[in-house]
């Protein structure tokens, strides 16, 4: 077994330590899924309804506790993990207002007054392999369409927020769900491999790094097992000369800076046209400037720190890397000292094709802005990468934007806004950034069979 170690990134105070599950213990909570899920598949979308929105109500009830739980297991500062909170309330409201019609039978009419239908049944148990940097919002977003569709799930939590983990588990049981219908596992890699090619297993969906997911996928094609993968993702944030430049440039910085930039939908790429960029460039730097650091319990902190000092000590050594590749440090770029997960703010200019700044996701609070000739560049660079979850252009010119937002590579393009995940948006990405769709009715149907019933 594995000590599992829950640390809080900010003080590096070790709050609790738990065991790894056991093979035995891996089997119990299996074969509990595997039971629960014979029940729950036939219970009517009123009940699950019902419990669902029990679930939303716990987390309503209990948000300052469960925020104070993710700040202090990844260091998000409190306003954001309170606003997590609530997010993932909405997402229960929604999948509990909006399932059954969901999965509603599909007749079809065939030639010479033949007539099919479509319905939608659940799989089983379904394994979710979550992260770290939105620990309760990415369970949400897969539990409450896939249990909501009949189904059960096993979650494995990323190492370092088990507390989360088991915080989420102990909701749903508190909302009424019945035992087995949706489980916590401390586990492994190695151990989540092997539940993989678990018969009882029915599918696999990940968010996380384009190292794990092509680790699971593959785990996954080999038992002829369905897979989701939300990966990573560069986003451009494209500003053109005829934008609102004020509004574009302080949307920029929130769409950078949430999460301290541990986002996957985080803006990362700045492409600005060149009549525009030096008066972005100086509001971006304002508005950065303007953001506190502090402790993430304080209710007036901005930003505090990464989830771990690995992963702060990582994003210094790409921004370091890309500037002695030529880029031009503007701003930040200070390393962080041994063993800690404090990061300053960072922007990157001048950035050339070899440094990692350039191809690589920069997972943390690092700006790279490029500047470039007119639109059409704008879209060439846009898709010079080989990620595409989300991107967002900025323009006042309606339909022109809307034409060039057809020519992006990626999952989701928003429009004079930044990118967010929403219940009612299917949400996913394209290229490196994975496949499948999560949210809205796509999502829900991702974990059902979608039968066929051909009425002779």
């Known amino acids: 077994m594995t000590l599992i170690k829950s640390i809080n990134p900010y003080t590096g105070e070790i709050l609790s330590e738990f065991h790894s599950l056991s093979e035995k213990e891996i089997e119990e909570k299996l074969s509990a899924a595997s039971v629960a899920f014979s029940n729950w598949k036939d219970t009517d979308f009123t009940k699950r309804a019902e419990l669902m929105e029990k679930a939303a109500k716990v987390l309503k009830d209990r948000r300052e506790k469960y925020?104070?739980?993710?700040?202090?297991?990844?260091?998000?500062?409190?306003?954001?993990?309170?606003?997590?909170?609530?997010?993932?309330?909405?997402?229960?409201?929604?999948?509990?207002?909006?399932?059954?019609?969901?999965?509603?039978?599909?007749?079809?009419?065939?030639?010479?007054?033949?007539?099919?239908?479509?319905?939608?049944?659940?799989?089983g148990t379904i394994l979710a392999v979550m992260p770290w940097n939105f620990p309760f919002w990415q369970v949400f977003r897969f539990a409450a369409p896939t249990l909501m569709a009949g189904n059960v799930g096993?979650?494995?939590?990323?190492?370092?927020?088990?507390?989360?983990?088991?915080?989420?588990?102990?909701?749903?049981?508190?909302?009424?769900?019945?035992?087995?219908?949706?489980?916590?596992?401390?586990?492994?890699?190695?151990?989540?491999?092997?539940?993989?090619?678990?018969?009882?297993?029915?599918?696999?969906?990940?968010?996380?790094?384009?190292?794990?997911?092509a680790s699971v996928a593959s785990a996954a094609g080999k038992q002829i097992k369905k897979s989701l993968l939300e990966l990573g993702g560069s986003d451009p944030f494209i500003v053109l000369k005829d934008a609102d430049l004020k509004k574009a440039a302080e949307t920029a910085v929130k769409a950078r800076m949430v999460n301290f930039g541990q986002s996957c939908i985080a803006a990362k790429r700045f492409i600005i046209e060149e009549d525009i960029y030096d008066e972005f460039l100086t509001l971006f730097v304002n508005h950065i400037n303007k953001l506190k650091e502090g402790n993430p319990m304080e209710e007036e902190s901005d930003f505090a720190c990464m989830?771990?000092?690995?992963?702060?000590?990582?994003?210094?050594?790409?921004?370091?890397?890309?500037?002695?590749?030529?880029?031009?440090?503007?701003?930040?770029?200070?390393?962080?000292?041994?063993?800690?997960?404090?990061?300053?703010?960072?922007?990157?200019?001048?950035?050339?094709?070899?440094?990692?700044?350039?191809?690589?996701?920069?997972?943390?609070?690092?700006?790279?802005?490029?500047?470039?000739?007119?639109?059409?560049?704008?879209?060439v660079l846009a898709n010079d990468s080989e990620f595409g979850l989300g991107a967002s252009i900025w323009s006042e010119d309606k339909e022109k934007a809307e034409?060039?937002?057809?020519?992006?590579?990626?999952?989701?393009?928003?429009?004079?806004?930044?990118?967010?995940?929403?219940?009612?948006?299917?949400?996913?990405?394209?290229?490196?950034?994975?496949y499948g769709r999560e949210l809205s009715r796509y999502g829900i149907l991702e974990f059902v069979n979608s039968k066929t019933v051909y009425l002779g």
């Open 307 to 379: 989830a771990r000092p690995d992963l702060a000590k990582e994003l210094y050594d790409q921004v370091d890397k890309s500037v002695k590749a030529g880029a031009t440090l503007l701003l930040g770029g200070k390393e962080p000292e041994d063993g800690s997960s404090s990061f300053t703010p960072t922007i990157l200019t001048d950035i050339p094709t070899t440094a990692p700044a350039y191809y690589e996701e920069l997972f943390g609070p690092v700006a790279t802005i490029f500047k470039v000739k007119n639109e059409e560049d704008a879209i």
């Open 67 to 123: 925020a104070k739980i993710i700040s202090q297991e990844m260091g998000k500062v409190i306003k954001e993990s309170l606003a997590e909170v609530d997010k993932c309330a909405l997402v229960c409201e929604y999948y509990a207002e909006n399932g059954a019609k969901f999965l509603e039978e599909e007749p079809i009419s065939l030639p010479e007054g033949k007539k099919a239908k479509v319905i939608h049944q659940p799989l």
């Open 403 to 434: 034409r060039l937002a057809a020519k992006i590579e990626s999952g989701a393009v928003f429009i004079n806004a930044m990118v967010a995940s929403n219940p009612h948006l299917p949400f996913g990405g394209v290229k490196k950034s994975g």
């Open 154 to 213: 096993v979650l494995k939590h990323a190492s370092n927020v088990p507390q989360c983990s088991l915080a989420i588990e102990e909701l749903f049981t508190e909302a009424g769900f019945p035992t087995g219908v949706f489980q916590s596992l401390l586990i492994d890699s190695e151990a989540t491999t092997k539940l993989i090619e678990d018969d009882r297993i029915k599918a696999v969906t990940l968010t996380g790094s384009e190292k794990a997911g």
